[in-house]
C-alpha cells in the first residue's frame, strides 16, 4: 500500500481505539453527578455505593484514554506535517484551549473524586464530581471545534509563506462557533451520555441475573434507563439537524450518505438499506421512502437533493462505505430507542427485573452506542474525503513529505500490537471491577463525613 493510504489507516486506527474510552467518561461523569447528588438529596446508602463503585470504573476509563490518545497528537507532527503546518495556527488553538480549559479541571478534581471521600466534604466531593464531568465535556468542546472547523472553515484567512500558504485565525469566536460545532457537539454529547448509560444498564443487568446486589443493580439501572431513553429520543433530534446541516455545507457528503447520484434529484428517496453500485450509479436492493430525504432536508417532498453527479469524480467520496457506515448508525441508533423504550415500559409495569430474557439482550446491548460512535465518525470523516479541510486542503495533500510506506507500516503494526495488550489490560481490569462489585464500606457508606 502506498504512504497516504497507509497513514489514513494508521490515524482511523488510533482514534477508534481512543474513541472508544471518552464517550464513557463524559456519559459516566454526568451519571456520577446524579447518583451522587441523590445521595446528598436522600442520605440513602446505596446511591452512595453506587457512586463510588462508578467513581473506580471511571477512573481506570479516564486512564486508558489518556494514554491511548497521546498517539494521536504526534501523529500531526509525524505523518501529517503538510496538515499541521497549513491549520496549526487554528487547530493548534483549540487543542491549547483543550489542555488549558478542560483536562486541566477534569484531571485536577478528579483526584478529589478517586481519593477525597474521607478527606473532604460530601459537599465538597459533589462538587468536584460535577467538576470532572464539566471537564468532560469541555474536551469533548474543543476536540469538536477542531474538527468542526475542518468540515465547515471560518473565522480564518489563508497566507502565502516561504514553507507554503497557512491558514490564520482572524476571529476566534468564528472559529469555536463555525457553522457546524453546536449541531456536532450537541449529537456526540447526546451519543456519549448513551455509551455511558448503557454500561451502567449493562452491568445492572448482569447483577440481576446473577442475583447479586440487586438493590444496587436495580436502583443503578432505574437511573441509567431514565438517562438511555432522553438520550435515545434526544439522538432523533439532534440527527436530523446535523443532517441538515451537512446538505448545507457537505452535499456531496449527503448525497454519499444516501446514494443519490443525479446531479438534482427531486422526490428524493430516503434508503432504509441498500447496496451501492458506483460504477452503475444506483443502490441495488434497496428499501426506500420515496420523497422522504427531499423532505426531511427541506419540508417540501418535491425539492430536489443535490446528487454526486453535480460533483467531479475526483471531488467525490467513497460512496459504499459512506452509505453503509451511516445506515449502520441510523439502524443502531433506532435499535437503542426501542430498547430504551421497552425497559422504561417493562419498568412502569414492574416486570422489568424478573424479565430474564430482556436482561440478558441489556448486558450485551452496551456495544451498540460504541459500535454507533465508531461508524457515525467513519461516515463523516470518510465523507469527507477527499478533503481534509472541506473546500482547502485536499488528504493526499497533507502527508508529510519525507515518510515512507515503510516507516509509517512498522508504526502502524507496532500500534496494533500496544494497543491490542491494552485493549487486553482494561477488559481484565474492568471485568475484575465488576465482579468485585460495590465493597461493603462502600454501601453502609462508611469512611464518608456526614
Do not use: C
Amino acid at each position: 500500500m502506498d504512504v497516504l493510504t497507509l497513514g489514513r489507516l494508521q490515524f482511523a486506527w488510533t482514534i477508534a481505539f481512543h474513541y472508544i474510552f471518552p464517550p464513557l467518561t463524559i456519559g459516566l461523569g454526568l451519571i456520577l453527578v446524579v447518583m451522587e447528588g441523590m445521595y446528598l438529596k436522600t442520605r440513602t446508602p446505596v446511591y452512595h455505593a453506587m457512586t463510588r463503585f462508578w467513581v473506580r470504573v471511571f477512573g481506570l476509563i479516564f486512564a486508558i484514554g489518556v494514554a491511548s490518545g497521546i498517539v494521536m497528537e504526534f501523529q500531526f507532527g509525524t505523518n501529517w506535517a503538510a496538515y499541521s503546518r497549513y491549520v496549526g495556527d487554528v487547530f493548534g488553538s483549540a487543542l491549547a484551549a483543550e489542555g488549558i480549559f478542560a483536562f486541566f479541571l477534569e484531571s485536577g478534581f478528579l483526584a478529589i473524586l478517586l481519593f477525597g471521600w474521607d478527606r473532604v466534604s460530601p459537599k465538597m466531593h459533589f462538587f468536584s464530581t460535577v467538576m470532572v464531568s464539566l471537564g468532560s465535556i469541555f474536551s469533548a468542546l474543543w476536540i469538536i471545534v477542531a474538527n468542526s472547523w475542518q468540515q465547515t472553515p471560518a473565522g480564518f484567512h489563508i497566507v502565502q509563506t516561504a514553507a507554503g500558504a497557512r491558514a490564520e485565525v482572524t476571529n476566534f469566536w468564528q472559529v469555536v462557533f463555525n457553522p457546524s460545532t453546536v449541531d456536532r457537539l450537541s449529537h456526540v454529547l447526546v451519543a456519549a451520555f448513551q455509551t455511558g448509560a448503557f454500561l451502567v444498564i449493562s452491568v445492572s443487568a448482569f447483577y440481576l441475573l446473577k442475583k447479586r446486589h440487586t438493590d444496587f443493580a436495580k436502583a443503578s439501572m432505574k437511573i441509567a434507563l431514565v438517562i438511555a431513553l432522553i438520550a435515545s429520543l434526544l439522538q432523533l433530534v439532534t440527527g436530523d439537524t446535523s443532517a441538515r446541516l451537512v446538505a448545507r455545507y457537505q452535499p456531496a457528503k449527503l448525497a454519499a450518505y444516501e446514494g443519490i447520484f443525479p446531479a438534482a434529484q427531486p422526490r428524493a428517496p430516503l434508503s432504509l438499506f441498500g447496496w451501492v453500485d458506483e460504477s452503475g450509479q444506483k443502490v441495488d436492493f434497496s428499501v426506500a421512502l420515496p420523497g422522504m430525504l427531499s423532505w426531511l432536508v427541506y419540508g417540501d417532498a418535491s425539492k430536489p437533493v443535490t446528487g454526486l453527479d453535480a460533483f467531479k469524480p475526483e471531488d467525490r467520496p467513497p460512496v459504499n462505505i459512506v452509505f453503509q457506515t451511516y445506515h449502520a448508525m441510523v439502524g443502531i441508533g433506532m435499535a437503542l430507542i426501542l430498547i430504551s423504550v421497552l425497559g422504561v415500559f417493562f419498568w412502569w409495569r414492574r416486570s422489568l427485573f424478573e424479565k430474564g430474557w430482556f436482561l440478558k439482550i441489556l448486558v450485551v446491548a452496551v456495544v451498540l452506542p460504541e459500535l454507533a460512535n465508531q461508524l457515525g465518525w467513519a461516515s463523516a470523516e470518510v465523507g469527507r474525503q477527499p478533503w481534509i479541510v472541506y473546500g482547502l486542503l485536499r488528504t493526499k495533500d497533507a502527508l508529510s513529505p519525507v515518510v515512507t510506506a515503510g516507516e509509517t507500516l512498522t508504526s502502524l503494526i507496532l500500534f496494533t500490537l500496544l494497543y491490542i495488550l491494552l485493549f487486553a489490560l482494561f477488559i481484565y481490569l474492568l471485568d475484575h471491577k465488576i465482579k468485585e462489585g460495590p465493597v461493603d464500606a462502600d454501601v453502609i457508606g462508611e469512611g464518608h463525613r456526614a
